[in-house]
């Protein structure tokens, strides 16, 4: 398995209140298979056999109903030294999980939430950018010059910025058009090279929403995911809408974790 770049998203998890559930949930709507975790309170998911994220039950029920996501590092103690010194906040220290790697949970100073990965026996994905698989995280904050420079410090992002929110999330007229793209240390930074990015959480929500990761999975048919994820008693935040890279949906599942669906532009039909 190919080792993920520095800094790069590597992994995604969820935190639900019934596992069973959600199993029942994601299996219906990804496809996906699970293996149970040698007696841990948690289960991975598979597509097609590759290993594509976890699904794990709240230790603490205080905790959000959350799906959350991981950036590879090689060095977790350095990194979880530039986040306090760029201004972020460590959540957990750096905990090893087996012979699997290292984790810890950050959150930038705008309050959005995120995971930091050291690989050891596993690296993270084994399928990405493909049907039933992760494909895209953006974070939506209050504070975008903060955050900005925060991730520009600490992962060495550089940033496209768009006119238009090109990368998803919701309506333009509710999140506005200050949105921008991140391209990993070293590359030529745009969209072809932009691994997430970073959206404005305006006026239009109630002052107490905190900052939040939102994270997509590529779908073959945005419409029939939908429809399905509403029939396993999941809900639409945003229906089905097009963007310049797909077909593209927020949803929540029957336990109210958030997510975005999006059908890439290739997968649409050609219009005779």
């Not at 949930?25 to 598979?46: E, I, N, Q, V």
């Amino acid at each position: 398995m190919a080792v993920f770049a520095q800094s790069a998203p590597c992994w995604v998890d969820v935190q639900l209140s019934d596992l069973e559930a959600g199993k029942r949930f994601y299996g219906g709507l990804f496809g996906w298979t699970f293996r149970a975790g040698d007696g841990m309170p948690f289960a991975d998911a598979f597509s097609d056999g590759k290993l594509v994220a976890a699904l794990a039950a709240k230790q603490d029920g205080r905790m959000p109903t959350a799906w959350g996501v991981y950036f590879a590092t090689d060095d977790i103690l350095a990194t979880v030294a530039g986040i306090r010194e760029a201004g972020g906040q460590v959540i957990t220290e750096p905990v090893r999980a087996g012979r699997a790697g290292v984790l810890a949970q950050a959150a930038d100073p705008g309050g959005g939430v995120f995971g930091l990965w050291q690989a050891g026996d596993r690296v993270g994905f084994e399928k990405q950018n493909e049907p039933g698989s992760f494909c895209w995280t953006e974070v939506y904050t209050r504070q975008p010059e903060r955050v900005d420079a925060f991730y520009e410090e600490v992962f060495g992002f550089q940033g496209t910025d768009l006119d238009e929110p090109e990368g998803g999330g919701h309506d333009s007229d509710v999140l506005g058009t200050d949105f921008r793209m991140w391209s990993p240390a070293g590359s030529d930074p745009g969209p072809d090279t932009a691994i997430g990015g970073r959206s404005v959480i305006t006026d239009a929500f109630p002052e107490m929403m905190p900052s939040y990761f939102l994270n997509y999975f590529a779908v073959a048919d945005c419409v029939r995911t939908v429809e399905t994820a509403t029939r396993l008693g999941g809900r639409i935040s945003a229906p089905p809408f097009d963007i310049p890279y797909g077909r593209m949906a927020v949803l929540q599942d029957d336990q109210g974790a958030a997510f975005a669906v999006l059908q890439p532009t290739e997968l649409l039909p050609r219009l005779s």
